[in-house]
Protein backbone atom coordinates (compact mmCIF):
# COMPACT_ATOMS: atom_id res chain seq x y z
CA UNK A 1 0.00 0.00 0.00
CA UNK A 2 1.56 3.42 -0.93
CA UNK A 3 2.24 6.27 1.15
CA UNK A 4 -0.72 8.50 1.50
CA UNK A 5 0.23 10.91 4.49
CA UNK A 6 2.88 12.73 4.62
CA UNK A 7 3.92 14.86 7.41
CA UNK A 8 6.35 17.64 8.38
CA UNK A 9 7.53 18.50 11.75
CA UNK A 10 8.71 22.28 12.34
CA UNK A 11 10.33 23.75 15.36
CA UNK A 12 11.17 27.52 15.18
CA UNK A 13 10.20 27.23 11.50
CA UNK A 14 12.78 24.64 11.24
CA UNK A 15 12.15 21.25 9.60
CA UNK A 16 13.68 18.51 12.11
CA UNK A 17 11.19 15.69 10.74
CA UNK A 18 9.56 14.47 8.08
CA UNK A 19 7.64 10.96 8.36
CA UNK A 20 5.31 9.37 5.30
CA UNK A 21 3.02 6.45 6.33
CA UNK A 22 -0.68 4.76 5.22
CA UNK A 23 -2.13 6.42 8.03
CA UNK A 24 -1.91 9.98 9.30
CA UNK A 25 -0.88 8.55 12.67
CA UNK A 26 2.02 6.24 11.30
CA UNK A 27 3.35 9.61 9.13
CA UNK A 28 3.00 11.48 12.14
CA UNK A 29 5.08 8.90 14.33
CA UNK A 30 7.92 8.47 11.87
CA UNK A 31 8.49 12.47 12.12
CA UNK A 32 8.94 12.43 15.46
CA UNK A 33 10.84 9.88 15.51
CA UNK A 34 13.39 12.43 13.55
CA UNK A 35 12.42 14.70 15.77
CA UNK A 36 13.70 12.98 18.64
CA UNK A 37 16.69 12.33 16.96
CA UNK A 38 17.78 15.96 16.12
CA UNK A 39 16.93 17.11 19.38
CA UNK A 40 18.76 14.74 21.25
CA UNK A 41 21.68 14.86 18.94
CA UNK A 42 21.46 10.71 18.21
CA UNK A 43 23.85 9.66 15.37
CA UNK A 44 22.97 6.27 14.92
CA UNK A 45 20.02 4.09 13.99
CA UNK A 46 19.57 2.08 17.41
CA UNK A 47 18.76 5.05 19.37
CA UNK A 48 15.31 4.27 20.08
CA UNK A 49 16.52 0.98 21.35
CA UNK A 50 18.58 1.94 23.89
CA UNK A 51 16.22 4.72 24.97
CA UNK A 52 12.83 2.58 24.85
CA UNK A 53 9.39 5.05 24.77
CA UNK A 54 8.74 4.21 28.61
CA UNK A 55 6.69 7.80 28.60
CA UNK A 56 4.50 7.40 25.10
CA UNK A 57 5.02 7.85 21.87
CA UNK A 58 7.96 9.71 19.94
CA UNK A 59 5.31 12.51 19.55
CA UNK A 60 4.87 12.41 22.98
CA UNK A 61 8.69 12.30 23.93
CA UNK A 62 9.44 15.09 21.41
CA UNK A 63 7.06 17.49 23.16
CA UNK A 64 8.20 16.69 26.64
CA UNK A 65 11.89 17.39 25.01
CA UNK A 66 10.42 20.80 23.10
CA UNK A 67 9.20 21.87 26.52
CA UNK A 68 12.62 21.11 28.24
CA UNK A 69 14.33 22.52 25.16
CA UNK A 70 12.51 25.98 25.64
CA UNK A 71 13.10 26.96 29.22
CA UNK A 72 16.56 25.72 28.64
CA UNK A 73 19.10 28.53 29.12
CA UNK A 74 20.02 30.63 25.98
CA UNK A 75 23.16 28.79 25.13
CA UNK A 76 21.42 25.69 24.92
CA UNK A 77 18.68 26.42 22.65
CA UNK A 78 20.79 27.14 19.05
CA UNK A 79 21.72 23.72 17.41
CA UNK A 80 21.55 25.31 14.15
CA UNK A 81 24.76 23.56 12.89
CA UNK A 82 23.10 20.33 14.33
CA UNK A 83 19.82 20.92 12.68
CA UNK A 84 21.36 22.01 9.09
CA UNK A 85 23.70 18.97 9.39
CA UNK A 86 20.48 16.77 9.94
CA UNK A 87 18.68 18.21 7.37
CA UNK A 88 21.24 17.60 4.56
CA UNK A 89 21.61 13.93 5.97
CA UNK A 90 17.59 13.85 5.55
CA UNK A 91 17.02 15.64 1.97
CA UNK A 92 20.19 14.53 0.23
CA UNK A 93 21.69 11.56 2.26
CA UNK A 94 24.74 13.14 3.34
CA UNK A 95 26.41 16.18 4.79
CA UNK A 96 29.77 15.94 2.81
CA UNK A 97 29.13 18.51 0.67
CA UNK A 98 28.89 21.01 3.70
CA UNK A 99 32.24 22.71 4.41
CA UNK A 100 33.24 25.12 6.71
CA UNK A 101 35.63 27.98 6.69
CA UNK A 102 36.61 29.26 10.63
CA UNK A 103 39.18 32.42 10.80
CA UNK A 104 39.60 34.23 14.34
CA UNK A 105 41.25 37.80 14.16
CA UNK A 106 42.37 39.84 17.39
CA UNK A 107 44.28 38.94 20.46
CA UNK A 108 44.04 35.05 21.10
CA UNK A 109 41.86 35.62 24.33
CA UNK A 110 39.92 38.24 22.70
CA UNK A 111 39.41 38.44 19.54
CA UNK A 112 36.69 37.69 16.99
CA UNK A 113 35.63 34.67 14.70
CA UNK A 114 34.56 34.96 11.37
CA UNK A 115 32.78 31.55 10.29
CA UNK A 116 31.60 30.94 6.57
CA UNK A 117 29.58 27.87 5.63
CA UNK A 118 29.71 26.46 2.06
CA UNK A 119 27.49 23.79 0.38
CA UNK A 120 29.35 22.89 -2.72
CA UNK A 121 31.91 25.05 -2.94
CA UNK A 122 29.11 27.88 -2.69
CA UNK A 123 29.05 30.33 -0.04
CA UNK A 124 25.60 30.37 1.82
CA UNK A 125 26.21 31.73 5.40
CA UNK A 126 28.30 34.01 7.12
CA UNK A 127 29.41 35.03 10.35
CA UNK A 128 30.95 36.76 13.06
CA UNK A 129 31.18 35.90 16.70
CA UNK A 130 32.78 36.52 19.90
CA UNK A 131 33.11 32.91 20.20
CA UNK A 132 34.00 30.11 16.88
CA UNK A 133 30.62 28.54 18.56
CA UNK A 134 28.59 31.34 17.72
CA UNK A 135 29.68 32.19 14.72
CA UNK A 136 29.14 28.91 13.28
CA UNK A 137 25.40 29.24 14.97
CA UNK A 138 24.56 31.92 13.19
CA UNK A 139 26.35 30.41 9.84
CA UNK A 140 24.21 27.68 10.01
CA UNK A 141 21.28 29.68 10.70
CA UNK A 142 22.03 32.03 8.00
CA UNK A 143 22.41 28.70 5.84
CA UNK A 144 19.03 27.26 6.47
CA UNK A 145 16.99 30.23 6.29
CA UNK A 146 18.45 30.05 2.38
CA UNK A 147 17.65 26.73 2.07
CA UNK A 148 14.20 26.98 3.96
CA UNK A 149 13.21 29.06 0.16
CA UNK A 150 14.51 26.13 -2.01
Known amino acids: MPDDWVVIAYYKKIEYGRGTGSTRDDAAEQAAQQVLVALRGDSDDNSDQERPHAN ?3 ADQAMQLSDTLNSAPEPYKSHFKMTLNNWLQGRYGTSKHLT ?7 PADSGSWEVIAYINDIEFGR ?14 EKVLLVLRNY
Open 56 to 58: GTA
Open 100 to 106: WDENHTG
Open 127 to 140: AIGSTRYDAAESAA
